[in-house]
């Protein structure tokens, strides 16, 4: 596909996702999730080329023009959707898939430092909400979503919604996964120590009243 295709292609997806988006001048202007790709695009050349440190700049001024930080390495498929993309963080060694959509806040981060591959991929047609963070050399399956704050760090299935921190399957298929948390009983760490404290309490004024008829 040729270059101004590929351009025409990432604006379109854009009026498929966003419905404020009016007219295709106001789209190629003002979007900075689609100034990030293309940047993107660019300096990720330059990364194969292994001309690092130019691909680097260009990565980084990026980050300062549209508040997105995506590093060159990352591999990014067709129609990807960075929706309100201020503070996405996209780590080296991710991949993502075609059709996938992200939204403000997101992570697409490693853990620690080790080597290889150590960020997530993101297959086809998934999305990933506000401020979720996905961590580590993980899988998100395809048309899966993962739900705005949560923090993932397994994988995901195909077709599944996740939720949480740490995050996990609420739907899988369509169908609601059982869950063996009662929300309704989450423990109460503060009212478990004053419960622990008032028996303490209780004990010592026992021992006390006991002493206190004992003594002459």
């Not at 993502?96 to 806040?105: A, K, P």
């Not at 077709?159 to 869950?179: A, C, D, L, W, Y």
Request: charged share 25%; with cysteine; proline share 4%.
């Amino acid at each position: 596909m040729g270059f101004f295709k590929r351009m025409k292609e990432d604006m379109d997806v854009v009026f498929e996702q966003d419905p404020a988006a009016r007219t295709y001048i106001e789209v190629f202007l003002t979007y900075s999730g689609l100034h990030a790709i293309w940047w993107h695009r660019v300096a990720h050349v330059f990364f194969k080329w292994r001309l690092f440190f130019i691909a680097r700049a260009i990565s980084q001024i990026s980050r300062f023009l549209t508040g997105i930080e995506i590093h060159p390495g990352a591999k990014i498929g067709r129609r990807f959707f960075i929706d309100h993309g201020m503070g996405v963080v996209i780590g080296e060694t991710c991949e993502i898939g075609n059709d996938v959509t992200v939204f403000q806040g997101v992570t697409l981060g490693g853990t620690g430092k080790e080597k290889g591959k150590r960020h997530p991929t993101i297959k086809d047609h998934a999305l990933i909400a506000t401020g979720a963070k996905v961590l580590g050399s993980i899988t998100i399956g395809e048309y899966s979503k993962v739900g705005a704050g949560s923090v993932v760090l397994k994988d995901v299935p195909d077709h599944s919604t996740v939720v949480g921190i740490p995050g996990r399957v609420v739907i899988q298929n369509g169908e609601k996964v059982q869950q063996r948390l009662d929300h309704h009983r989450l423990p109460d760490p503060i009212d478990e120590r004053c419960k622990q404290l008032q028996t303490e309490i209780d004990a010592l004024k026992q021992e006390l009243a006991q002493y206190k008829e004992e003594s002459p």
